[in-house]
């Protein structure tokens, strides 16, 4: 039996990529990046391009225009292997954290796992057993 990959759920970013801020920067900051994008998340990433956070407005609401984005970084995002198998500890993470990023072979970011998309895979695998 084939066992569906990360890959085969996420969202790819590929029509659709994070937008980048990074832990130097401020609360304003990001939120001139969500104003310029019009993206409703934008991924926090280390000197290494990797991923540490994703940020929306609820994230930053009423923090401080010169409040540094490195605070806002307590619970570290969580990355998986778009090569991975979807199974409990993915699920268990995705409702810990509401986001996980895809990364490929190279450490980028290849797509973003949501509980939207978890949910559906649910709908899918238990519609297949019926």
């Not at 304003?28 to 991923?51: C, F, M, Q, W, Y």
């Not at 570290?76 to 810990?96: F, H, R």
């Not at 895809?102 to 559906?120: K, M």
């Amino acid at each position: 039996m084939y066992k569906r990959k990360i890959s085969d759920i996420m969202t790819p970013l590929i029509n659709n990529p994070l937008v980048e801020i990074t832990p130097e920067k401020t609360v304003s900051d990001a939120l001139d990046t969500i104003k310029e994008t019009g993206k409703n998340k934008i991924i926090v990433v280390d000197e290494n391009h990797r991923p540490r956070k994703t940020l929306n407005l609820i994230d930053i609401a009423g923090k401080k225009p010169n409040f540094p984005i490195r605070d806002l970084i307590l619970d570290p995002i969580i990355t998986v292997g778009a090569d991975s198998e979807v199974d409990d500890n993915v699920k268990e993470n995705l409702a810990k954290n509401k986001v996980i990023i895809a990364i490929g072979h190279d450490n980028a970011p290849v797509g973003i796992l949501t509980a939207a998309d978890l949910s559906r895979y649910w709908k899918y695998k238990t519609q297949d057993l019926s």
